[in-house]
């Protein structure tokens, strides 16, 4: 009887060590939901939140699993981080809060429970940096002689690494020359150096070194790239004519950089300045082109002669000549200011390179081919009967009535034969070429002096 209460005594401890044992299974502490990563723009606020169910008795830690160092225990906050917190609500959720996250912030938490064995699980703190320019290592504004090689650098730190590009802030092309002589043309450049081989007056101008890494903002520097080089002066006319009393315009093409200064003399040596009698004028075209304009007004037989525009800078000086001329045997007539800007005011046109001669409104050919043609209006062939005697050999005869006006008109046509010649004779000397037009006056002239003479 006594071993049979002994038998029942240690079944009832087996079962109730059995049943504790399994009671304490069912109940252990596990993790609801894995850690989520965080991606937090450097400044920003991270917060880590573990999920715990059937917590119990036990405790929650947090470690930075990287130096191993303690965070949090619990409530109770372990690092002398001071931008380290941690909260929970109730006994599920427990939060790891960091405050004005940086650089070193960077890299894996992990959540603990002081189970046996320890439960724990991870989460990535990835922080991130918006792009910012390298100064020591980003260039500057930049000066170099034309034909020359530059090269320019823009590199920007962040996290991701940032993507840098180049663009011409006027939106323009930028130009690649490789040393084979090729050359490539883009909108957009990528790279952190760009190079320039033989660089040229055009690629002057200001340059955006863009940086961006999709963490905004992005940033850009403003960097200039100036091409030095001696002035060139560009002349669309250089011989310009215009009757006595009207407005003439004569102008030259700048190019130079730096820039330069530009100014006016007359074949006397005096330079002109703006007055009543001139109007000079510098208009900016480009950061290296500008055009001069020099307008005398009311043109007289002083203001004839060769005007020199000059261009000078820290490189070097150069001049170019327009001779200025008087077109003969011009009426002007009283007319209303408009009429009168419209049709007086002469200026050399822009033309191409290979025309040098030039007058406003009506070229030298026109005008001469109507002082021709009003000359012989105003003396008709009727006044010079053919002789009869002479008939055979075609000419005409000038009876002894008409003398007086016929020496009237030689004189005048004369006078334009002399001016025509040497107009040419200068083309010549000057080594542009001469119209054909012109020799087509010279024989209409020379036919009429025929005309008038036998």
């Given amino acids: 009887m006594q071993e049979h209460w002994w038998s029942l005594y240690i079944l009832a401890i087996f079962m109730i060590g059995l049943e504790s044992k399994l009671v304490g299974q069912a109940f252990q502490p596990k993790f609801a939901e894995p850690i989520t990563n965080l991606t937090v723009p450097v400044g920003r606020d991270a917060t880590f939140r573990c999920l715990v169910h059937n917590l119990g008795g036990y405790r929650v830690g947090w470690v930075k699993a990287d130096t191993k160092a303690i965070q949090a225990i619990h409530d109770h906050v372990i690092t002398n981080n001071p931008r380290v917190g941690v909260s929970h609500n109730g006994q599920t959720v427990w939060n790891l809060h960091i405050r004005n996250v940086q650089e070193y912030d960077r890299g894996h938490y992990m959540c603990q429970i002081n189970t046996d064995p320890m439960q724990s699980q991870m989460g990535y703190l990835e922080v991130v940096i918006p792009p910012d320019f390298v100064a020591e290592e980003t260039s500057s504004d930049t000066v170099v002689a034309e034909g020359g090689t530059a090269r320019i650098v823009c590199r920007a730190r962040g996290q991701p690494t ?10 323009s092309d930028i130009v690649i020359r490789s040393p ?5 043309k883009a909108t957009i450049h990528e790279d952190e150096v760009l190079t320039f081989t033989k660089i040229s007056r055009s690629d002057m101008g200001a340059y955006l070194c863009i ?3 999709g963490v905004p903002p992005s940033v850009s520097k403003r960097i200039v790239v100036q091409v030095l080089f001696h002035p060139e002066i560009q002349i669309p006319n250089q011989i310009v004519g215009a009757p006595l009393g009207t407005d003439v315009t004569l102008e030259c093409y700048v190019e130079s950089s730096p820039r330069s200064i530009n100014y006016w003399i007359k074949d006397t040596n005096e330079m002109v300045i703006s007055s009543e009698k001139f109007e000079v004028m510098n208009t900016v075209i480009s950061s290296f082109e500008s055009r001069m304009t020099l307008t005398v007004r009311k043109l007289t037989a002083d203001d004839v002669g060769v005007y020199r525009c000059i261009a000078k800078n820290s490189l070097g000086e150069v001049d170019s000549s327009i001779r200025l001329y008087e077109i003969p045997g011009r009426v002007i007539e009283n007319t209303s200011s408009s009429a009168k800007n419209e049709d007086y005011k002469y200026s050399s046109p822009i033309e191409g390179p290979d025309n040098q001669f030039g007058s406003a409104e009506r070229s030298d050919d026109e005008d001469d081919k109507e002082n021709i043609s009003e000359t012989l209006r105003s003396h008709p062939a009727k006044k010079y009967p053919f002789n009869k005697e002479n008939s055979t050999n075609n000419k005409s005869r000038v009876t002894n009535g008409t003398d007086d006006t016929r020496k009237n ?3 005048n046509v004369r006078k334009i034969f ?5 107009e040419a004779r200068d083309a010549v000397v000057s080594g542009s070429s001469y119209s054909k037009s012109h020799f087509n006056i010279v024989l209409t002239i020379i036919s009429a002096i025929k005309y008038i003479t036998y």
Avoid at 162 to 171: A, Q, V
């Fill in 162 to 171: 940032p993507r840098i590009i180049w663009r011409r802030e006027d939106g």
């Fill in 180 to 184: 084979n002589g090729a050359k490539k």
């Fill in 418 to 422: 002399d001016n025509l010649e040497t």
């Fill in 211 to 213: 940086a961006s890494n």
């Fill in 409 to 411: 008109l030689s004189n």
